[in-house]
């Protein structure tokens, strides 16, 4: 059985502080993609990694896949307020589009 | 629609009931998918369908979790004399063919078994 750890699960900092999210597995994936979802909502894709060792920007966020295809990180820099919310990393197999997702990671950032 | 769409938003029914949560997915989206999260967790894997056809049932916890899609759109999941451990946000996503392409998610169904 495929399985992503996350960490930490909860985060709360404060307004302008960097954060790094992790998530990590033993199996190796076609690709990994990272989920913000907002209470009430579904999540949504934030960035998709398939090449190992690919580092993706996306504004404040940077997005890195593990060289080995395990693995990756999600770290925000300047917090904002906005940025609160539950994020998810979910990795795929080949085996028709089916995500395996971590546990999730709960942000809050205080003004 | 625009968007990937569920019914009901929320439903409370009792331990034993029958439950059927339906999908609208995005028009022409060929594959959907549906999940299931428990309260702030991470989203486990129910079924996958291609088309009418779900070459993965894997994630269907127990016989009492059935779906079925028609028409190569909505899509009905069924909970057939649901326990209280069935409560939880079932999500419904959907993309344009299955595969690493973006799946576009629903707003889930929050079901509550009392």
């Known amino acids: 059985t495929q399985l992503l750890e996350q960490s930490p699960q909860f985060l709360s900092i404060q307004e302008g502080e960097n954060l790094t999210v992790y998530c990590n597995s033993s199996?190796?994936?076609?690709?990994l993609q990272w989920y913000r979802q907002e209470p009430g909502e579904g999540p949504v894709l934030l960035v998709t990694?398939?090449?190992?060792?690919e580092v993706k920007k996306l504004k404040r966020l940077t997005f890195q896949f593990g060289d080995a295809r395990k693995d990756s990180s999600l770290h925000i820099t300047a917090a904002q307020p906005g940025d609160t919310g539950l994020y998810l990393c979910?990795?795929?197999?080949?085996?028709?589009?089916?995500?395996?997702f971590g546990q999730g990671t709960e942000l809050s950032v205080k003004p | 629609g625009a968007g990937v769409s569920q019914s009901p938003s929320n439903k409370v029914t009792e331990k034993g009931k029958d439950v059927e949560l339906r999908c609208d997915p995005i028009?022409?989206?060929?594959?959907l998918y549906w999940y299931r999260q428990s309260l702030g967790q991470g989203l486990e894997f129910l079924i996958y369908?291609?088309?009418?056809?779900?070459?993965?049932k894997s994630g269907l916890p127990s016989d009492r979790f059935s779906a079925e899609r028609t028409g190569g759109s909505v899509s009905t999941l069924t909970i057939q004399r649901t326990q209280q451990e069935d409560s939880a946000v079932y999500l419904c996503?959907?993309?344009?063919?299955?595969?690493?392409?973006?799946?576009?998610f629903g707003p889930g169904t929050r079901l509550t078994v009392t």
């Open positions: 996503a959907s993309s344009l063919v299955g595969g690493a392409y973006e799946q576009y």
């Open positions: 199996s190796v994936f076609s690709s």
């Open positions: 990694v398939v090449t190992g060792g």
């Open positions: 979910a990795g795929e197999n080949n085996q028709g589009g089916k995500l395996i």
């Open positions: 028009s022409g989206h060929t594959a």
């Open positions: 369908f291609q088309g009418n056809s779900a070459p993965d």
